[in-house]
């Protein structure tokens, strides 16, 4: 009997060993389901996240300031830039100094036709009166043909720009017909306030600002032409290595409206705070906002908006080449 429950016993444990063997060299779907989610983890393992922003990049502020980054991209380095305008930002994002940034419907045109490195990954609808042509208050220009010959102060290549182009459009009045000063816009708004310049084409925060304490007047604003969009720009060479990472800025980028439209005052102060704002003029740019402002993937009308405005600057001699929008937009596989 001792010999048959040693024998037994010798049996059991060799079998049970052929089982673990067996299992060792046949992966179950839960290890096989594990090592994939490894690979894609070291595939997808963000270091280092660089975001540029601006003044008016609300829901990027509220992004930073409640740490939406961070829950997405943990353990990684959420770096933050701050650009004065869009085409700045741009040159800083072809380089590869940054991997995401916001910025108007201008600057990416100016960009691809350059040549620069970027794709359209988001857009978010530009709120309507956010830009305005604004002139001293004592100016005696009463309509759009009294600028004629004027001059007229704006940053090359942001969204004043295309801005203004339509409103020489609408003037009847070429680029030929004014003498356009490049400037950014603190440096505009010095020209304006001495007198070296005879108008401003400038968008938010920094018209709230100019409106409130400024003593001008508004000539023209963005609400009296079709719908125009702002966009999220991503570096190709960040989102080829990284393709989960515009989905995660997008979220957060949402979560950040989601929070501003439950925390009204508090976005004022933030807004107040990290622009350097007084109350009444955060208060202002932020009433202009839509409500909500979601971050929305790239369509077809988006497309054919910009392409419109860049055959616009093409046929004007805006920018040296005719570009097409469509081939800088992020591809799906990358999102």
């Known amino acids: 009997m001792g010999l048959f429950k040693s024998f037994s016993l010798v049996g059991i444990t060799a079998v049970s060993?052929?089982?673990v063997a067996c299992e060792k060299n046949q992966p179950t779907e839960q290890n096989k389901t594990n090592?994939?989610?490894a690979s894609e983890q070291k595939k997808?393992?963000?270091k280092t996240v660089s975001i540029g922003f601006q003044k008016s990049s609300l829901n990027l502020l509220?992004?930073?300031e409640q740490k939406l980054l961070e829950s997405q991209f943990p353990g990684a380095k959420i770096e933050w830039r701050e650009f004065p305008a869009g085409p700045q930002m741009l040159e800083a994002l072809a380089v590869g100094a940054v991997d995401f940034g916001a910025v108007g419907n201008t600057p990416p045109i100016f960009a691809q036709s350059a040549d620069?490195?970027?794709n359209y990954a988001a857009y978010e609808v530009y709120p309507g009166s956010s830009l305005g042509l604004v002139l001293p208050e004592k100016s005696n220009i009463t309509d759009l043909s009294g600028l004629k010959g004027k001059r007229i102060a704006l940053q090359?290549?942001?969204s004043a720009h295309e801005f203004l182009a339509k409103v020489l459009q609408k003037a009847g009045l070429t680029w030929q017909d004014i003498q356009p000063i490049w400037l950014p816009p603190a440096d505009a708004r010095a020209a304006l306030d001495k007198g070296s310049v005879d108008a401003w084409a400038i968008w938010d925060p920094f018209l709230s600002a100019v409106e409130l304490n400024?003593?001008?007047?508004?000539l023209i604003d963005s609400q009296v032409f079709p719908k125009t969009y702002s966009y999220y720009i991503s570096n190709p060479s960040f989102t080829t290595v990284h393709p989960d990472a515009v989905n995660k800025v997008i979220k957060s980028l949402n979560e950040a409206d989601q929070w501003i439209l439950k925390n009204q005052t508090a976005a004022v102060e933030l807004y107040g705070k990290s622009t350097g704002l007084v109350p009444e003029v955060a208060k202002r740019a932020l009433d202009r906002r839509l409500k909500p402002s979601p971050i929305l993937a790239i369509n077809s009308e988006v497309i054919q908006s910009q392409q419109k405005i860049a055959d616009l600057f093409y046929t004007e001699k805006l920018i040296p080449k005719k570009i097409n929008v469509q081939d800088a937009v992020l591809s799906a596989d990358n999102k």
């Open 17 to 19: 060993l052929g089982l």
């Open 35 to 37: 090592t994939a989610t």
């Open 44 to 46: 997808d393992d963000v």
């Open 62 to 64: 509220v992004a930073r």
């Open 116 to 118: 620069k490195n970027l």
């Open 156 to 158: 090359k290549g942001s």
């Open 214 to 218: 400024g003593h001008v007047k508004v």
